[in-house]
């Protein structure tokens, strides 16, 4: 297998509850350092870094502005993707983006042309239909390893956001909810169906319960 070598700079925008999955998974990594944190709560921003020891830190534009950053890890609420992966790319940042990649597909066809102009990179979560087991499962199928497929069960085993975020009202907000942030993750099929066709589950009245702490500005909900 090919060796890489090359370092390559990361930023990451968003220091909220997932990103010390983020910090901890990137550093397996030998290949890629993380030298920013930022957040529009520059306090969040700040304690990321003490947590994570990475050397700067601080808002969203000093991340775009910093030459040394060459990759943007967007892990920021989804209503906010589009406009800050746009910004990211047109700051000449290669960018990966958690899911989803925009709010709307006009949004999505924004961002795919920014992408375009900027001759830079994107990615999108999820990146588990490329991984192991759903390309197993896929190559199963195709070969005809087990025949044709009559029918297929899938559970979900997982509690719904507001019991375990410690702030869940952006998975309930613009481009968010069960239907947009599991579907694409996790019940492929089913859930974007539901999505497309307007059944998505309505909020849970928990989800609309003050949050533990103030939003920060620039963070907004419905
Ligand atoms: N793939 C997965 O398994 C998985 C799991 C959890 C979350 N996610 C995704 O990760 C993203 C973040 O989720 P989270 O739970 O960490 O959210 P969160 O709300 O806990 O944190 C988001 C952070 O982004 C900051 N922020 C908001 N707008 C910003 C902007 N314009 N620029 C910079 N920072 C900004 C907020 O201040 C906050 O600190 C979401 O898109 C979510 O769908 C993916």
Known sequence: MAQHTARHRIGILGAGN?????????????ELDVIRVADVDPARAERAAA????????GPDELLEDDAVEIVINITPPAFHAKTVIAA???????????????????????????????????????????????????????GLIGEPVGATA??????????????????????????????????RSSTA?????????????ARRPARSPAPSGWSTR
């Open 194 to 206: 539901s999505a497309r066709s307007g059944r998505c589950p309505p909020p849970p009245a928990s």
């Open 155 to 188: 559970f979900v085993r997982s509690s719904r956001s507001e019991t375990w975020h410690p702030d869940p009202r952006a998975f309930y907000g613009r481009a968010a909810g069960p239907c947009w942030t599991w579907a694409p993750t996790t019940w492929p």
């Open 18 to 30: 997932i990103f010390g999955r983020y910090a901890e998974g990137l550093r397996t990594f030998p």
């Open 51 to 58: 947590e994570y020891a990475i050397p700067a830190w601080g």
């Open 89 to 143: 790319l047109e700051a000449g940042k290669h960018v990966y983006v958690e899911k989803p990649l925009a709010a709307t597909v006009e949004e999505a066809r924004e961002v795919l042309d920014a992408a375009e102009r900027s001759g830079k990179l994107l990615g999108s979560a999820p990146d588990t239909f490329l991984g192991s087991a759903v390309q197993t499962a896929r190559h199963a199928i195709d070969t």
